[in-house]
């Protein structure tokens, strides 16, 4: 028990701290349900590090709780983390499934310390059990872990790097550089084209009267000042509003309290164009269409193909196109990179498939496999994965060989001169070389003995 509790808490803390960009997102979503602002996630790794303290304390000191005294304030904090802690990350899958891919891709980059875990344990668990009588079992449970020592041998796990180091992923910017400036600014664009990026990303929507402007949300009340300046009309969708409307708000505000960025426009797409073209940007968008009854709802994709074309920046623009938009995509933009947008849902179609289409390009959720995601080069598709935040994220792809990654920290990835954390091949066989001559050590460290009697027993 006291070991399956360790674990657990160990595990929780290990997601977390590999996740922390989303450390806002889950503390606002539990002010929504709660009304309490705090740093949940900042309370929740503590108690999860106080009970793994606790539990390593009792592992520690070979306390055998049924004899040192009352086992109940031990197993009752271990019971309710636990069910705090399934509880917690069935909550966080079924609201966002996306997350059970995430920590599987987690699990197998840093792999060496659970094979390692599972091994030693193993090794430590199997003396015992072989040693309680069962000594005829010793060669069939020596082969037994030698296989399971010899198959990460063969199988890595995802930050073992063989060969040589692939190219790095290049980087395109989620929103603009949207943790330094207000998200779909051109602040937030201009910053990005600062520190040299590939791409920029960005979301456009239609105003009424058929101005395409950059907002990613279907409302104005995140990321603007709406309920201040049209009260009533902050839960009103973004595309119900007219550009006289919308050129009147506040865009900046909201992103930092020192109002570095207070005043700063919503721009329209005519006005982010430039920035892509004079810097020579690569540049992808997700278009939002509207309603039915709007009246652009059926014109949203040919403005914006008839603004790229216009803005000189068809030939750098990854078109996310669906099979029956191609023909009017051709149509408009010829020069345009038709890409094939794969979400979290979706399941990757063939490369062969793709191309017979005429897509160039691969814009997907992180969730592509390695396998899928080579096999989609090795037929001539640059591949994008989005929406990739996190270090280790990163340095997987690159280690896997992706073209680029679309992200919200580009700032940090920047700097990178090497994948996090990752481990040259030789170095790794060196590592799990040492894991198993410990396990070895465990296994056959303990030595036959005579059985054990109870006082009462001896006595009688």
Same mark, same amino acid.
């Given at each position: 028990m006291t070991i399956a509790i360790l674990i657990h808490a160990l595990l929780f803390l290990a997601f977390w701290l590999t996740n922390l960009p989303f450390q806002e997102s889950l503390n606002d979503f539990l002010f929504g349900a709660t009304g309490l602002r705090l740093n949940f996630l900042l309370i929740f790794m503590i108690i999860a590090g106080l009970v793994a303290l606790w539990s390593a304390a009792q592992l520690a000191l070979r306390r055998d709780l049924r004899r040192t005294g009352p086992a109940w304030p031990f197993l009752s904090v271990g019971i309710f983390f636990l069910v705090f802690f399934y509880g917690s990350f069935t909550f966080l899958f079924l609201k966002n499934p996306a997350q059970l891919y995430r920590l599987g891709q987690l699990i197998q980059y840093f792999r060496l310390l659970v094979d390692a875990g599972i091994l030693l344990l193993l090794a430590w668990g199997m003396s015992r059990w072989v040693k309680d009588g069962r000594g005829k079992m010793k060669v069939p449970v020596s082969a *037994?872990?030698?296989?399971?020592?010899?198959?990460?041998? %063969? %199988?890595?796990?995802?930050?073992?790097?063989? *060969?040589?180091?692939?190219?790095?992923?290049?980087?395109?910017?989620?929103? *603009?550089a949207a943790t330094l400036a207000p998200e779909n600014t051109l602040a937030a664009m201009q910053a990005a084209a600062d520190l040299g990026v590939y791409g920029l990303e960005t979301d456009i929507t239609v105003s009424t009267d058929g101005v395409l402007f950059l907002m990613h949300d279907s409302t104005l009340s995140r990321t603007t000042?709406?309920?201040?300046? %049209?009260?009533?009309?902050?839960k009103n969708p973004a595309e119900t509003f007219s550009w006289d409307e919308l050129s009147q708000l506040d865009a900046g505000s909201w992103f930092d309290k020192r109002a570095v960025f207070s005043g700063e426009p919503i721009p329209t797409l005519a006005e982010m164009l430039p920035v892509v073209r004079e810097n020579k940007l690569y540049f992808i968008y997700d278009l939002r269409i509207s309603s039915a009854g709007h009246p652009y709802a059926g014109q949203a994709l040919e403005l914006c193909l008839e603004q790229i074309q216009a803005a000189e920046v068809a030939d750098r623009t990854w078109v996310l196109a669906k099979p029956e938009e191609i023909d009017q995509v051709r149509s408009s933009l010829p020069g345009a990179l038709l890409a094939a947008g794969i979400g979290y849902n979706d399941h990757p179609p063939a490369p062969a498939a793709l191309i017979a289409a005429g897509y160039r390009v691969v814009n997907s959720a992180y969730k592509l496999s390695n396998h899928r995601m080579h096999a989609y080069q090795e037929a001539g598709l640059w591949v994008n994965l989005w929406v990739v935040d996190e270090a280790w994220q990163y340095s997987r792809f690159w280690l896997a060989g992706a073209n680029s990654v679309t992200s919200n920290y580009i700032q940090a990835f920047a700097v990178l001169s090497q994948p996090f954390a990752a481990i040259a091949y030789p170095v790794y066989l060196a590592i799990w070389g040492l894991v198993g001559l410990l396990a070895a050590g465990l296994y056959f460290s303990n030595k036959p003995g005579v059985s054990h009697v109870t006082h009462a027993q001896f006595n009688n």
């Open positions: *037994g872990l030698l296989m399971l020592w010899l198959i990460p041998v %063969f %199988f890595p796990p995802g930050n073992v790097q063989r *060969g040589a180091l692939p190219e790095k992923p290049r980087l395109v910017a989620h929103r *603009g000042d709406v309920a201040q300046v %049209f009260p009533g009309r902050e």
